[in-house]
C-alpha cells in the first residue's frame, strides 16, 4: 500500500527544503522524506553567508546562477515571512571580504577582474587599509583592507530552513522524518521510493540528500560524485553590534553573537573540531578585530560540506528514468531562492534549462 | 560549591557592585552572592530582564557576572577569591571598549 504524491524529494536540509516548497507553491502535492538525525547535517552547520563575490570566477553558469539567487533572495525572504511572520534574519548591507596582507589582496582584487569580466552586472571595491575600517571600525593594524560588494548579505541559517519546512507545511505539504529511503523503483511512469516503514510513489523524484545523493542516485544509474569537505566554525557570547555587514569570514549575527570561520578539510565522514584549526581561525580573526580578543568563545562545531570534484552544483536529469532528478551543493543558504523560485519550476516542468546544462552531471562522466 | 555554614572554612571579604561580601573560602561566587541574598546576578542581553543562577552547575549561563573587569564569567563555575569585584553583567559585553586586551 504506497501514498501518492505528485513529487517526492529524499533530504530535507536547505536544498530538498528549498525545492520541495518550491514544488509545493507550483501546485504539486510535495513529501520530502528526510533521513533523520543521523544524517550528515550541512543545514545544520552553515556560516549564514549570501555570497556572490567569491563565486564562480572561473566558471560564469556558476557566477550567474549565485547573482540570480542574490537578486531573488528578498523575494524569498518576503515571502516566507508573509507566510511564518519570522523574521529570518535576511540582510543585505553588502559584504566584505578581508586581506590581511598584501599578497592577499592582490589575489582577491584579480579574481574579482576574472569575476566582473564575465558578470557584467557584479560591482565591486577594493578597499585600502583606511577605507576598509572606515565601513568596519575595529579593524586591525597590519589589515591590508579587501574587497567590499554590495550584492552580498547573510540570514539565519536555521531560521530559513525552519522558514521553508513551515512554508511547505502551510501549503499542504508534508515531512516524514526519520525516513531513511531504503530502496527506490521506477513503477510505470511513476517511481516508488521504500523507507523502513511505509512506501511513497511519485511522477517526480528529486534526490537533494547532500551526501547522502550518491548511494540513492545509484538506486536509479544516476552517477552523482560528491564528498565531505569540512569546515569549522566558532561562535561568541553575544557581543554588542560592532559590524554593520557580513565578512566571507567573521558573521555578527543579529542576536550579537559573532561567527568565525572557516576551513577546508579533506578528513573523510569526521565532523569534529581541532584545536589547531579553531588556534588558526582564532588567530587570523584577533588578527582582523583584536576586540575580538574579549569576547568569550562558548561553542565550536565542525559540519561537511557537501563537495562535487569541481566544486560547482550538481543539477542532474536522469535520461533514462524522465522525472527523475537531483540537486546537490554546498552553499544552500545563498542558493535557496534560486531554487524555490526557479529549479523547482523547472523540476515541475519536467526539463532543465541550457543555462544549468554547464552544471549538469554529465560533465563527470567524459573524464 | 556549598552555601552551608562550615565551622573549619575561612571567610574572605569579596565585593557586589561595590557592597562587601562574606564569603568562604571554598564557595563559588554564585553561592556566596546567593547566601548573601542576591537574586539578581545580570540583565540580558536581548531586553534587558534580570536573570540569577538557575542550574547551578555551568550549563545554563543565566548567572552570569563581571568578575574583575572581565565580562560574561559563570558565577557558578568560579571559586571566591578574597577582593573580587563583581558587578552584575549589563546585556551584552562591549568588547570595543575598555581597556587594550
Redesign the interface.
Known sequence: MSTNYDAIVVGGGLVGSAIAYGLQRQGLSTIILDEGDIAYRAARGNFGLVWVQSKGIDFPPYAQWTWQSAESWSELNAEINAITGEDIGYRRPGGAEICINAEEFEAKRENMLRLSSHARHFKFEMLDRKAMADLVPGLGPDVAGGCYSPADGHANPLLLLRGLHQCLLAKGGRIDNGAMVTAIQRRGEAFAVATAKAEYQGARLVLAAGLGTPGLAAMIGMNVPVRPQRGQIMVTERVKPFLSLPLSRVRQTVEGGVQLGDSKEEVGFNEGTTSSVMNRIANRAVKMFPHLRRANVVRAWGALRVMSPDGYPIYARSERHPGAFAAVCHSGVTLAAAHVLHLAGYIAEGALPETLAPMSERRFNNV | MSSIEREDAGQIIIEFEGQPVTAQEGDTVAAALLRAGYWTFRMT??NGRARGPFCMMGVC?DCLVEIDGL??CQACMTDVQAGMRIKRQQ??????H?AA?
Do not use: E, T
Not at chain 2, 91 to 96: M, R, Y
Open positions: 542581553a536581548v549561563f565580562a560574561n546585556g551584552a559585553n562591549d568588547i570595543s575598555g586586551p
